[in-house]
T-cell receptor, first 114, second 114 residues
Framework: AQSVTQLGSHVSVSEGALVLLRCNYSSSVPPYLFWYVQYPNQGLQLLLKYTSAATLVKGINGFEAEFKKSETSFHLTKPSAHMSDAAEYFCAVSGSNTGNQFYFGTGTSLTVIP | DTGVSQNPRHKITKRGQNVTFRCDPISEHNRLYWYRQTLGQGPEFLTYFQNEAQLEKSRLLSDRFSAERPKGSFSTLEIQRTEQGDSAMYLC????????????FGSGTRLTVV
């Protein structure tokens, strides 16, 4: 079975500070992992994805994530938060035994304090 | 590439009424997905089409729900005899290939059942 757990439903950081959003996954097969961002009343936008190539993945808007198999983690980071980063972030997992569906976490709401 | 388009953006309906939503995927994407997102939760898988064939259905998709993709292009999701518990954001997504590609989401249809 596949699942993801996002630790911290709400994260607040100061503008210019490091952003760290946590995601741990559970998978019985090699996973594909994704981070999506959702702005209010909008759909989800793909930030980055891990599909078994490089373990450090760079995405859009300065975000990156590192796949750590030993820790079953795929945490999202950004060195310096910007006001425009305030949004809801979702981690998702799929794998060869999940059919074609993705399993999403419950999301982390990021607030950026000026 | 005009993205994934969903209509309407908002729908308010009385309990017991039928509603239909439309999704127009990215034209070259042969895979189309419907997800439901309730407040404070991540998206939950409803169903998946490859071209016109509906290949997967979640148990969340009760008998009151039906989805079609008649010519392998746009898709419709119909909910019959709506209930208050159906109130949610209904998201459509498309992708060009398999689970490694990630999805492109539409902006969603927000359904409120009163």
């Amino acid at each position: 079975a596949q699942s993801v757990t996002q630790l911290g439903s709400h994260v607040s950081v100061s503008e210019g500070a490091l952003v760290l959003l946590r995601c741990n996954y559970s998978s019985s097969v090699p996973p594909y992992l994704f981070w999506y961002v959702q702005y209010p009343n909008q759909g989800l936008q793909l930030l980055l994805k891990y599909t078994s190539a490089a373990t450090l993945v760079k995405g859009i808007n300065g975000f990156e994530a590192e796949f750590k198999k030993s820790e079953t983690s795929f945490h999202l980071t950004k060195p310096s938060a910007h006001m425009s980063d305030a949004a809801e972030y979702f981690c998702a997992v799929s794998g060869s035994n999940t059919g074609n569906q993705f399993y999403f976490g419950t999301g982390t709401s990021l607030t950026v304090i000026p | 590439d005009t993205g994934v388009s969903q209509n309407p953006r908002h729908k308010i309906t009385k309990r017991g009424q039928n509603v239909t939503f439309r999704c127009d995927p990215i034209s070259e994407h042969n895979r189309l997905y419907w997800y439901r997102q309730t407040l404070g939760q991540g998206p939950e898988f409803l169903t998946y089409f490859q071209n016109e064939a509906q290949l997967e259905k979640s148990r969340l998709l009760s008998d009151r729900f039906s989805a079609e993709r008649p010519k392998g292009s746009f898709s419709t999701l119909e909910i019959q005899r709506t209930e208050q518990g159906d109130s949610a954001m209904y998201l459509c997504a498309s992708s060009p290939g398999g689970r490694v590609d990630g999805y492109t989401f539409g902006s969603g249809t927000r359904l409120t059942v009163v």
